[in-house]
């Protein structure tokens, strides 16, 4: 009688070893041969290894060398090679903007404004921006950014009677497959203006998300804050009221431009005494500051996106970002709209950034190629509030990665990441994926055609 049991015992161990782990069934994608740039705190030195997603979008393991024999996937990618890191984040995008790209070339901030919004966006709809939105969310994933924080339009003052703006784009952003913060445009105060109006039409929106159907690349909603732009204070104690309320954050564009620099850093005591400078705080551009905004900034945890390509386009002025971050402040990178920026690439708005400090600072040490991709990642992950799902590869969080094809980077004699940051560009990237899923290979979109929403969209711009 020992005996059997001791056989059956046996026999059991084995099959339970022979069981891979995770269990048959239970794995969407295994990626081979491939040296990964986790930009885990705990990783920072690349792997050479493999990557194995689960069935729910998610990194179930990262592991050196080659994987057990015995772990199966639905889907097996060989990487030969190729160099893998996390899919890039902007964290402050206007993906509307990809249908108006190469306007007033030589105006700043103000005029620039002029031209796209009061001679352009105006005149379309809210289907046009459907179809603009969705051209800017897949020009955004053939450059290898697989989230962002999209400020949608919403409308001018006639234009706009209720939500159908923000729920046209809402639509474009959720079919994308890109993952997203939807920034809510919310109303511009005026004196006759009241918060309860303002709360009525964002809540309506918001009844409107939840009846949508489930999906895991809708993050949240913010708003897009609009004190700057805004002569009355009113405009900061709504969109601070409303953020309580309905527990939302707010990225404001703040001190960008170089003119008008003492009205622009005047509305900050708005922002601070009404109680919009918070740890959900996001300042885009965030420039042209003073001591007392930075400690201030700091003081409360907010945090601020660094948009190097569309400063430079503008003639905005380098955000000073060693300082911002020595005093605490939390930093991610946006690569702006293409309508300022022109280009959604995440190359070469670090490379733009990179360059732009080591020039403000004439010291080359002041800020790394490894930092300025962590900023592009994880720092623009923690701005919007995901470093839990997004960011890093890491068990537990979206398998969302960029797989690069490292022939064109050269032979790494000292820092793979300098090669990495220094030399990759768009043409580099092999594949892009979002949970798992393969969204484009080799520039083409997998699931949809871009030639034909960008025809549609120059469609809708004809005069």
Same mark, same amino acid.
């Given at each position: 009688?020992?005996?059997?049991?001791?056989?059956?015992?046996?026999?059991?161990?084995?099959?339970?070893?022979?069981?891979?782990?995770?269990?048959?069934?239970?794995?969407?994608?295994?990626?081979?041969?491939?040296?990964?740039?986790?930009?885990?705190?705990?990783?920072?030195?690349?792997? !050479?290894?493999?990557?194995?997603?689960?069935?729910?979008?998610?990194?179930?393991?990262?592991?050196?060398?080659? =994987?057990?024999?015995?772990?199966?996937?639905?889907?097996?990618?060989?990487?030969?090679?190729?160099?893998?890191?996390?899919?890039?984040?902007?964290?402050?995008?206007?993906?509307?903007?990809?249908?108006?790209?190469?306007?007033?070339?030589?105006?700043?901030?103000?005029?620039?404004? $002029? $031209?796209?919004?009061?001679?352009?966006?105006?005149?379309?709809? =809210?289907? +046009?921006?459907?179809?603009?939105?969705?051209?800017?969310?897949?020009?955004?994933?053939?450059?290898?950014? /697989?989230?962002?924080?999209?400020?949608?339009?919403?409308?001018?003052?006639?234009?706009?009677?209720?939500?159908?703006?923000?729920?046209?784009?809402?639509?474009?952003?959720?079919?994308?497959?890109?993952?997203?913060?939807?920034?809510?445009?919310?109303?511009?105060?005026?004196? !006759? &203006?009241?918060?309860?109006?303002?709360?009525?039409?964002?809540? &309506?929106?918001?009844?409107?998300?939840?009846?949508?159907?489930?999906?895991?690349?809708?993050?949240?909603?913010?708003?897009?804050?609009?004190?700057?732009?805004?002569?009355?204070?009113?405009?900061?104690?709504?969109?601070?009221?409303?953020?309580?309320?309905?527990?939302?954050?707010?990225?404001?564009?703040?001190?960008?431009? =170089?003119?008008?620099?003492?009205?622009?850093?005047?509305?900050?005591?708005?922002?601070?005494?009404?109680?919009?400078?918070? +740890?959900?705080?996001?300042?885009?551009?965030?420039?042209?500051? +003073?001591?007392?905004?930075?400690?201030? /900034?700091?003081?409360?945890?907010?945090?601020?996106?660094?948009?190097?390509? &569309?400063?430079?386009?503008?003639?905005?002025?380098?955000?000073?970002?060693?300082?911002?971050?020595?005093?605490?402040?939390? %930093?991610?990178?946006? %690569?702006?709209?293409?309508?300022?920026?022109?280009?959604? !690439? =995440?190359?070469?708005?670090?490379?733009?950034?990179?360059?732009?400090?080591?020039?403000?600072?004439?010291?080359?040490?002041?800020?790394?190629?490894?930092?300025?991709?962590?900023?592009?990642?994880?720092?623009?992950? $923690?701005?919007?509030?995901?470093?839990?799902?997004?960011?890093?590869?890491?068990?537990?969080?979206?398998? $969302?990665?960029?797989?690069?094809?490292?022939?064109?980077?050269?032979?790494?004699?000292?820092?793979?990441?300098?090669?990495? %940051?220094?030399?990759?560009?768009?043409?580099?990237?092999?594949?892009?994926?979002?949970?798992?899923?393969?969204?484009?290979?080799?520039?083409?979109?997998?699931?949809?055609?871009?030639?034909?929403?960008?025809?549609?969209?120059?469609?809708?711009?004809?005069?």
């Amino acid at each position: 009688m020992e005996r059997s049991f001791a056989f059956l015992r046996a026999i059991l161990c084995l099959a339970l070893f022979l069981l891979p782990l995770p269990a048959l069934g239970a794995n969407k994608l295994i990626v081979t041969h491939v040296k990964i740039f986790a930009m885990a705190d705990s990783q920072k030195t690349p792997i !050479d290894g493999y990557i194995l997603v689960a069935d729910d979008g998610t990194i179930a393991q990262i592991h050196a060398g080659d =994987p057990p024999l015995a772990l199966m996937a639905s889907q097996t990618y060989d990487g030969q090679g190729a160099w893998v890191i996390p899919g890039f984040i902007s964290a402050h995008s206007h993906l509307w903007q990809a249908a108006y790209r190469g306007l007033a070339a030589n105006q700043t901030l103000p005029g620039w404004i $002029d $031209d796209l919004y009061g001679r352009h966006a105006l005149h379309n709809s =809210p289907d +046009d921006f459907y179809w603009f939105s969705l051209y800017g969310c897949y020009d955004h994933l053939q450059h290898g950014i /697989t989230a962002a924080y999209n400020f949608n339009y919403g409308g001018t003052g006639w234009q706009n009677k209720g939500n159908a703006f923000d729920e046209s784009e809402f639509r474009a952003e959720s079919e994308s497959g890109l993952r997203f913060v939807h920034g809510y445009q919310p109303d511009s105060m005026k004196p !006759d &203006s009241t918060v309860d109006a303002a709360r009525q039409r964002l809540k &309506s929106f918001l009844d409107w998300t939840v009846a949508q159907p489930h999906n895991t690349a809708f993050l949240s909603v913010m708003i897009n804050g609009s004190t700057a732009f805004n002569n009355t204070v009113q405009q900061a104690v709504m969109e601070a009221a409303l953020g309580k309320q309905f527990h939302l954050g707010n990225e404001t564009h703040f001190v960008e431009a =170089p003119e008008n620099q003492g009205e622009q850093r005047s509305k900050f005591r708005w922002m601070l005494d009404s109680g919009l400078v918070n +740890d959900q705080l996001i300042f885009g551009h965030f420039i042209h500051t +003073d001591e007392f905004i930075l400690a201030e /900034t700091a003081k409360a945890h907010a945090s601020m996106s660094w948009n190097p390509l &569309s400063n430079g386009r503008l003639a905005s002025g380098v955000a000073d970002i060693p300082k911002y971050l020595r005093l605490g402040i939390r %930093v991610g990178m946006g %690569v702006d709209g293409e309508a300022s920026a022109d280009l959604a !690439d =995440p190359f070469e708005n670090m490379r733009t950034g990179l360059y732009a400090i080591h020039d403000k600072y004439e010291d080359a040490t002041v800020m790394s190629p490894y930092q300025v991709l962590w900023l592009h990642t994880m720092g623009s992950a $923690d701005v919007l509030g995901v470093k839990d799902k997004l960011g890093s590869l890491e068990p537990g969080k979206f398998a $969302d990665f960029v797989v690069i094809d490292p022939a064109r980077l050269g032979r790494v004699l000292e820092d793979p990441y300098s090669n990495l %940051v220094l030399v990759a560009a768009e043409p580099d990237i092999e594949r892009v994926y979002v949970g798992g899923e393969l969204m484009v290979d080799h520039d083409k979109l997998v699931h949809h055609d871009i030639d034909q929403v960008r025809d549609e969209v120059n469609r809708r711009l004809a005069p």
